[in-house]
């Protein structure tokens, strides 16, 4: 639970669009649609969805598990099954050589072993435990400003993804540069900021 960990690590952006009017009710609406099930079917290499901040593997979410004055708390949490290279090497090589035994073939096609391949990796996945992960966002919903507690690339293109799908509603990533146009004085510091480009100092 990293957003009530000693130390952090995060992601900050900035929210610009207007929010609805009845924005809680809609917030549990959408969250609710998209919250992480344990019952769904399929083998997936990756699953997403969202949970409570304070219980991660709580299905039903209501009001009182994201909302907290302006603040909007919430978990992302993320399955995922991986099979280990040698494990699916392993495999292919042994159903390879009943192929081809059963077809009578000295050689396989690279079509054919890539079907092995995926077959394989399949029921392989099929059999194996997902492991979850969860990363917590703060989101105040009176200024815009949200702070996703994962710094990974592939992490923050998830939760991106999710969160547009979710709320509708684009988000900007705040770095130093759009930071310190925030902070300046607009009267003399802005079009300097704005005018700013990359330096290499040797």
């Given at each position: 639970?990293?957003?009530?960990?000693?130390?952090?690590?995060?992601?900050?952006?900035?929210?610009?669009?207007?929010?609805?009017?009845?924005?809680?009710?809609?917030?549990?609406?959408?969250?609710?649609?998209?919250?992480?099930?344990?019952?769904?079917?399929?083998?997936?290499?990756?699953?997403?969805?969202?949970?409570?901040?304070?219980?991660?593997?709580?299905?039903?979410?209501?009001?009182?598990?994201i909302s907290f004055g302006n603040y909007l708390l919430l978990s992302l949490r993320i399955d995922k099954r991986?099979?280990?290279?040698?494990?699916?090497?392993?495999?292919?090589?042994?159903?390879?050589?009943?192929?081809?035994?059963?077809?009578?073939?000295?050689?396989?096609?690279?079509?054919?072993?890539?079907?092995?391949?995926?077959?394989?990796?399949?029921?392989?996945?099929?059999?194996?435990?997902?492991?979850?992960?969860?990363?917590?966002?703060?989101?105040?919903?009176?200024?815009?400003?949200?702070?996703?507690?994962?710094?990974?690339?592939?992490?923050?293109?998830?939760?991106?993804?999710?969160?547009?799908?979710?709320?509708?509603?684009?988000?900007?990533?705040?770095?130093?540069?759009?930071?310190?146009?925030?902070?300046?004085?607009?009267?003399?510091?802005?079009?300097?900021?704005?005018?700013?480009?990359?330096?290499?100092?040797?």
């Amino acid at each position: 639970m990293p957003f009530l960990s000693p130390t952090v690590t995060f992601t900050r952006y900035t929210i610009k669009d207007e929010l609805p009017q009845d924005f809680w009710s809609f917030a549990l609406d959408e969250i609710s649609a998209r919250a992480f099930r344990e019952q769904d079917a399929g083998v997936q290499e990756t699953k997403i969805g969202w949970v409570p901040l304070r219980d991660p593997f709580k299905e039903e979410i209501d009001l009182n598990d994201i909302s907290f004055g302006n603040y909007l708390l919430l978990s992302l949490r993320i399955d995922k099954r991986s099979v280990p290279a040698a494990l699916l090497k392993k495999f292919c090589a042994i159903e390879e050589k009943r192929t081809l035994s059963e077809r009578q073939m000295e050689r396989l096609s690279s079509k054919l072993r890539k079907e092995i391949r995926e077959r394989m990796k399949l029921q392989l996945l099929a059999k194996t435990l997902p492991v979850p992960a969860t990363y917590d966002l703060c989101w105040n919903i009176s200024t815009g400003a949200l702070f996703f507690f994962a710094r990974q690339d592939k992490v923050c293109g998830l939760f991106e993804d999710l969160f547009k799908t979710t709320f509708d509603i684009r988000l900007y990533p705040v770095i130093p540069h759009t930071l310190g146009i925030e902070l300046v004085d607009r009267e003399t510091m802005y079009e300097a900021f704005q005018n700013l480009g990359p330096e290499v100092f040797v």
